[in-house]
């Protein structure tokens, strides 16, 4: 016993401080991940990790997200976002859809704040199997799907694979591999020479 009243010391977790729950919480954790990611690449990832470079409980990292694929899914995702995505590419009807495809993923590309957490992504995508599932399953059901959704031709689901894929080969030839003379191509020169393909892709019966 002692003699200074104080209540005894509770062992256990730590209450959790406001930064840790705070409205910016899950910001500061996507943030990390895509951080951790891009530095460590998928396999040398882990929750934990994350958890620490934003400062915050390995729990609260599986409150908001739960396992890591789910959080290497949310890294993809705040990169493309989808939910505005899809409405610059479809919102004015097919005329011109393979422009705005290509120009949107270019400029994903071309900017240096996505484009570091993204290289890491495919770099894990291409030797690491769950990644590789992962990506694919974002691919697939949040863009290739929703995009295909909208389009009036035979086999619209192939046929936004289809775009994927070229514009995937693309990634990985210039940002990649780098591969010239395409790695240092003006933006502007790809995108014109790429949207009459994803054009007659999406659009041609």
């Known amino acids: ?17 406001e930064a840790d729950s705070g409205p910016g919480a899950r910001e ?18 882990s929750v934990r990790g994350i958890a620490k470079a934003a400062g915050v409980d390995a729990a609260l990292v599986h409150h908001y997200f739960g396992t890591k694929d ?3 899914a949310a890294a993809i995702e705040v990169s493309f976002e989808p939910a505005l995505v899809i409405p610059l590419v479809l ?16 400029e994903v590309w071309e900017n240096p704040a ?11 995508a291409m030797t690491h199997d769950a990644a590789a599932k992962v990506l694919r399953g974002f691919v697939l059901r949040r ?3 929703r995009v295909a959704a909208e389009l009036a031709v035979p086999d619209p689901k192939f046929r936004a694979e289809l775009a994927a894929s070229h514009m995937i080969g693309i990634v990985v030839m210039r940002y990649v591999i780098q591969v010239e003379p395409l790695a240092s191509a003006d933006p502007e020169q790809i995108i014109e020479m790429v949207a009459p393909t994803l054009q007659r892709y999406l659009t041609e019966a």
């Open 1 to 17: 016993m002692t003699s200074s009243g104080a209540a005894p010391r509770r062992r256990g977790r730590p209450a959790r401080t």
């Open 28 to 45: 500061r954790i996507l943030q990390a991940a895509r951080t951790e990611f891009a530095e460590r690449g998928y396999d040398k990832t």
């Open 70 to 72: 789910e959080v290497f």
């Open 91 to 106: 919102g004015e009807g097919t005329e011109g859809i393979g422009e705005r495809l290509a120009r949107f993923f270019i």
């Open 114 to 124: 996505t484009r570091a957490p993204l290289l890491a992504i495919i770099r894990s």
């Open 143 to 145: 863009l290739l799907e």
